[in-house]
């Protein structure tokens, strides 16, 4: 069983916003005890490291090209990460998942154990 599912991608214009969500199953991960991170892969493209948060959610780190215009958050009542987008770009169209993070790394290997199917956002110019 895929102990994490995204959610609230969409397609959307350049300059808009979107917030994508990240569900741990409760019966299967101990959700909060782990620090997780948002990655994307772009269509042809390798995947990427986006942002983390540590496992209590006040330490934040982000890849640059997106630093100042997305949010880490998580609410671990809730089992739940979010990435919120703003200020939409072309080249943020790609497949977001979450997966728990090796803390301080900002590449694709940051990525541990499993994470689920992603959610898609595209965006237009």
């Known amino acids: 069983q895929v102990p994490l599912e995204e959610s609230g991608g969409e397609s959307v214009q350049a300059g808009e916003s979107l917030k994508l969500s990240c569900t741990a199953s409760?019966?299967?991960?101990?959700?909060?005890?782990?620090?997780m991170g948002w990655f994307r892969q772009a269509p042809g493209k390798d995947s990427e490291f986006v942002a983390a948060?540590?496992?209590?959610?006040?330490?934040?780190y982000y890849e640059d090209s997106v630093r100042g215009r997305f949010t880490i958050s998580r609410d671990n009542a809730k089992n739940t990460l979010y990435l919120e987008m703003n200020n939409l770009k072309s080249e943020d169209t790609a497949l977001y998942y979450c997966?728990?993070?090796?803390?301080?790394?900002?590449?694709?290997?940051?990525?541990?154990?499993?994470w689920g199917q992603g959610t898609r956002v595209t965006v237009s110019s």
């Open positions: 997966a728990a993070v090796r803390w301080g790394s900002r590449t694709a290997d940051a990525a541990l154990g499993s």
């Open positions: 948060i540590d496992y209590a959610g006040g330490l934040k």
């Open positions: 409760e019966h299967t991960w101990r959700f909060s005890h782990e620090a």
